[in-house]
Every structure is written in C-alpha cells, then in structure tokens.
C-alpha cells in the first residue's frame, strides 16, 4: 500500500497531534482528546515506543512508507551535518510538501493527487511522482488546462496563506519558485528528531 487511507482523526489522536491537516480529522481529534482504543488509561511510554512514535509523526505528516522513510535516513546519514536535521530537510524537499507549502492545496495528500493525476508541471515538464527532490531554482506550475486552474483557483480561496520564506508564489500565475534550500529552522513539524535517529540507527 502507497499512503494511508485509513482514518485520519485515529492517527492524530494516537500520535497527540495534528499530523493530518483536513478539516475531519482535526475535528475528529479535538472531539476525543485521548488516544484511540477501549481503554483510555495508558502505562507510561517506554523509550522504545517514545522513540517509534516520534518517527510515525514524520511517516505520517509527509505520507511516506517505511521503505521511503528507510531510504531517505540512509542519504541523511551519508550526507555532511546533523543527521536528523538533514533528514527532515530531505522529506521537506519533496514535490508534494513543496506543492502543499507553497500554497497550491490545503493537505499534502491533496497535493499528492494532484501531481498523481500530472496536474503539475515541474521546470515545464508535467510529472506524476510526488516523492521528487526539488532543488533551488525550480518552478512548479499547473498544467495549462482551464478546468484544472479553476480547480486550484478555488482551492486557494480557501487554502492558508503560503508559509515556506524558501518558496516563492505567486498566486495570480499559480507558479511557485524554490528560492533556496530550506533549513531545520523552516520545518513545521514538532519532532524529537534525536529520538528518531536512535530509533533507526538500531
């Protein structure tokens, strides 16, 4: 299986954040604050699960699988700085995560089927694989089609104010630009990245 489709509000809640952004799972969330199960009295995390549910937050917040995950620790791992740092900064770097930071969608797996269904075009060349690693001095634009910049015209309506300094979006032309490399500073995610390290070090 490629994503999750099971149901989100679960996740959010065993994980004790928002790691998925729609408006249902947020909701479905903040109804039943405690983790999901029949009993709601927990024994105290060991370092162990501490350490798994630190590195579930970013399989889930950038939709990845285990194997994806596997692969980009490796080239964090092999590259010169802080791991973990390194690591976020790869997942970040992402076409989808670029896509949903620059404004185009509301979630990242909205982003993720966008570019699935070639609704995007990278350096004009229209691409269908959400996990490619931009760099700077990209563009992304949306295909030039009328019924699919009507769609994302009316998503950004309603979507959040673009909130990467890294990306460059302009809204008018629906074209966003990677202006420079993001650093750990930029990532969004609240993660014990140190944790995760050890965690996948073993």
Known sequence: MGR???????????????????AGAIKASERKEYPP???RRRKKATNYG?????KQKIKFYYGLRD?????????????????GQLLL???????????????????RPQARQGIVHRHFQLNGVTVSKPSIIVKPGDVITLRNRPNIRKLYTA???SAPAPSAEWVSFDK????????????????????EVGQVVAFMSR
């Open 89 to 107: 900064i790869l997942c970040e770097l992402r076409l989808d995560n670029v896509v949903r930071r620059a404004g185009f969608t509301m979630t």
């Open 67 to 83: 194997r994806q995950l596997r692969r980009y620790f490796d080239k964090a791992r092999r590259m010169k700085g802080n791991t």
């Open 4 to 22: 999750y489709i099971g149901p989100k509000g679960r996740v959010n809640r065993r994980i004790g954040m928002n790691v998925f952004e729609s």
């Open 50 to 54: 501490a350490a798994l549910n630190e």
């Open 37 to 39: 199960g029949m009993h």
């Open 155 to 157: 998503i950004g309506e």
């Open 172 to 191: 008018a032309e629906m074209k966003a630009i990677v202006t420079a490399r993001p650093t750990f500073e930029d990532v969004q995610l609240q993660v």
